[in-house]
């Protein structure tokens, strides 16, 4: 059996203190952070994604964060072979590696055994123009067609990731659910998460969209209009962002952003739920609870070796 630090994964929904706790974790283990949320991957981006401020940190150092300009697309895979090599880093330095963020993907390509298919530029922008002349809906019926586990696993709105699995059947030949991962870590893991009432994370949600705004979302997002954000289809898009680029286009007002805001974080909150409620692996804490750090590291140590 390998003596080597597992890896410490912290998942859940949005708004459920994983930050917070990661850090607390990697401070107690001696470990370092990786974070997994695709939006925190830009400089700049801080408000919105709710980005723990250096000084907040506790010394302990992040990776997979501010990476990224905002003119530059974020890619699964290109993540995938930074992260995979910082937690290498990480680990054959004799450190624990503590993997956090809620976007499952994202996490799941860190730690797990996953396949990123190829791209191809030019498929993608062709099934993209078809996506805008003739409506997502079209091309989710063409996916249903030829591969209805791909399909069942997509959001029908999300228009990005349809067209992404269509580009794979196109590029590969194979159905894209073939290329989608399984629970199967790709070095010793342990997964812990963070889960509250649905009443409570609701309340907490709409509480941080204000705050957000009020901190003054809109500006940062003006500041980051001048660095090129509307270049890149992953920034701009990002929740709060989309938001507060509505307020500077004059095509709603703050309240109007703030409630569209608070309203698809809650439908985020309900898709992270399912990604991550349905993964065995994952111990789940209430991070309400009295003695919460305590509880994650009775857990997490014997995994951890440390």
């Keep these: 059996m390998s003596t080597d630090p597992c890896v410490v994964g912290v998942v859940g929904a949005t708004a459920t203190g994983k930050s917070a706790l990661a850090i607390d974790l990697a401070r107690r283990l001696g470990g370092e952070v990786v974070g997994a949320d695709a939006s925190q991957l830009y400089r700049g981006m801080d408000i919105g994604t709710a980005k723990v401020p250096m000084s907040e940190r506790g010394g302990v150092q992040h990776h997979q964060i501010d990476v990224l300009h905002v003119t530059e697309e974020a890619s699964v ?24 963020g809620g976007s499952g993907l994202y996490v799941r390509a860190a730690i ?11 498929v993608r922008a062709e099934l993209q123009a078809r996506a805008d002349a003739e409506g997502t809906a079209v091309l989710r019926a063409e996916l249903e067609r030829v591969d209805p586990a791909a399909a069942a696993a997509i959001e029908p709105n999300n228009t990005r990731r349809i067209v992404r699995a269509l580009e794979v059947i196109a590029i590969t030949g194979r159905p894209f659910s073939a290329t989608m991962p399984r629970r199967d870590f ?19 949600i709409d509480g941080r969209t204000r705050r957000m705004f009020a901190e003054g979302l809109v500006e940062e997002t003006r500041a980051l209009v001048e660095q090129g954000l509307r270049q890149d289809p992953t920034a701009r898009r990002a929740l709060g962002y989309a938001q507060a680029l509505e307020v500077i286009d004059g095509e709603a007002t703050l309240e109007q952003a703030v409630t569209d805001t608070a309203t698809r974080t809650r439908r985020l909150v309900r898709r992270q739920e399912s990604w991550f409620g349905a993964d065995p692996r994952v111990t789940w804490f209430d991070p309400r609870t009295e003695g919460l750090v305590e509880l994650v590291l009775e857990h997490v140590r014997p995994a951890a070796r440390v």
């Design 186 to 204: 790709l070095r010793p893991s342990v997964l812990v998460g963070l889960r509250l009432p649905r009443h409570v994370l609701d309340e907490r």
């Design 77 to 100: 895979a290109a993540y995938q072979r930074a992260a995979r090599a910082d937690i290498d880093a990480i680990r054959g330095r004799g450190s624990v590696a503590v993997v956090a």
């Design 112 to 122: 797990d055994r996953l396949e990123i298919p190829p791209t191809d530029p030019a």
